[in-house]
C-alpha cells in the first residue's frame, strides 16, 4: 500500500550540497520511524540517519554534524540534507520506513556521487 519514491541524488563536487527526498505514498505520521541508509557494491548497507514519529533523530557516526535528517508531515516527505560532501559519501541511498504490524517499506534508492 505504501510506497517510498527518493529523489535528489547526482553529481556533486566534494564539499558541495545535496538534499534527498523520500516521498511517502501514505502519511510518514504512520511510519515508527523513518530513515536513510546507504550501499556501496560489495559493503553492507549502513544506516544513515532515522527520525522517530516523535522526531527523534539518530546519526551514523560518518556521518553526524553533516547530514541533516527531517520530516515534513503536510508533504509526506522525508529528508536529507547533506552537507560538506566527501568522496567516501559516494553510495545508493535508500529511503526506508516501518509501521505498525510490522511492516516495512524501501524505496529504490537514488545515487549520489561525489567526485571533482
Known amino acids: 500500500q505504501v510506497q517510498l519514491v527518493e529523489s535528489g541524488g547526482g553529481l556533486v563536487q566534494p564539499g558541495g550540497s545535496l538534499r534527498l527526498s523520500c516521498a511517502a505514498s501514505?502519511?510518514?505520521?504512520?511510519?515508527?520511524?523513518m530513515s536513510w541508509y546507504r550501499q556501496v557494491p560489495g559493503k553492507e548497507r549502513e544506516l544513515v540517519a532515522s527520525i522517530t514519529r516523535t522526531s527523534r533523530t539518530n546519526y551514523g557516526g560518518a556521518v553526524e554534524g553533516r547530514f541533516t535528517i527531517s520530516r515534513d508531515d503536510a508533504k509526506n516527505t522525508v529528508y536529507l540534507q547533506m552537507n560538506s560532501l566527501k568522496s567516501e559519501d559516494t553510495a545508493v541511498y535508500y529511503c526506508?520506513?516501518?509501521?505498525?504490524?510490522?511492516?516495512?517499506?524501501w524505496g529504490q534508492g537514488t545515487q549520489v556521487t561525489v567526485s571533482s
Open positions: 526506508y520506513g516501518i509501521a505498525v504490524g510490522p511492516l516495512e517499506y
Open positions: 501514505g502519511s510518514v505520521r504512520s511510519m515508527y520511524t
